[in-house]
């Protein structure tokens, strides 16, 4: 969705409240007490949803990354249109800006909502086929009397430690022979370090178990072999982040570019909420104007249980 086109959809709160209420029966209200997507009575006047069965009231915002916000719809559906709009993203003070908003706090929070359900949508999805796997080291916020005590290099502690992996599908051009890989959807995740217990998990919570696996040859890497259908191990060169690993590699590009153009330096504790927005955003790259639309779906989610 375009912005003239948001003017004209959502032009005051009672539409965004229309577009919410249409959206919910059609997709079905879920009650928590009868555990089921009951039959629901509207009441206009208190705006809430009762269920036939259980009486159990339901508001409009109740069990969506809306509850218990005190913001108005249509500056939450303003924030989703930003959110969207732009393949690289908006700084907070920009964001605060253009929403109006009075304290930078309130800016600040509203976007780490949004990036964590970002976050939370990509989560119930598996890599699948060929993955690539590899770490990224990124530059992270440290105040200045502490980053002259750190250690430089990769491993510093004024990097953070991302995981990256990539789906991969071999392709070859049937006139020249010449082959090339396609990339499919992505997954980025802050690790604590890089040992065969951190690397594992990840690797249990993010990828399918009928996959093959491209990895270079870190110790941290012997055991994955059991986690997926097979594992091939490649040599760490200039040709294998060109060839095997050219995916994860490229994407760790454009993370490092994506966060040091718009962001400068982000601290460690919010860094995965970044790396959601990114990643939800690289998953989606094809969606266009779609995209507001896919995350209305992931902020009413518990009430929409099926897949994109």
Known sequence: MNIL??????????????????????????????????????????????????????SLKAGTVMESSNLSLQTWFTAFLLMSATKKGFSCLEFQRQLGLKRYETAFNLMHKIRALMGKRDDLYLLKGMVEYDEAYVEKATRKEVQERLKRGKGSQKQAIVAVASESTPLEDPTTGKRSRHCGFFKMKVLTDVTKETVEQFVEESIDPETVLFTDKNTAYVNLERLVEEHIKIKSSPDSTKGALNWVHVAISNLKRNLLGIYHMVS??????????????????????KLFNRLIVAAIYPYVQHSE
């Not at 965004?16 to 039959?39: A, M, P, Q």
Request: hydrophobic share 25%; glycine share 4%; charged share 30%.
């Open 5 to 58: 086109e948001f003017v004209n959809y959502f032009p005051s709160e009672e539409s965004c409240e229309d577009f919410l209420k249409t959206y919910r029966e059609n997709t079905g209200i879920y009650c928590k007490t009868c555990k089921s997507f009951s039959k629901q009575y509207w009441f206009s006047g208190k705006k809430f949803f009762e269920c036939s069965i259980c009486r159990r009231r339901t």
């Open 268 to 289: 460690e504790k919010y860094l995965q909420n970044y790396l959601n927005e990114f990643v939800y955003k690289l998953n989606r790259r094809y969606f266009g104007e």
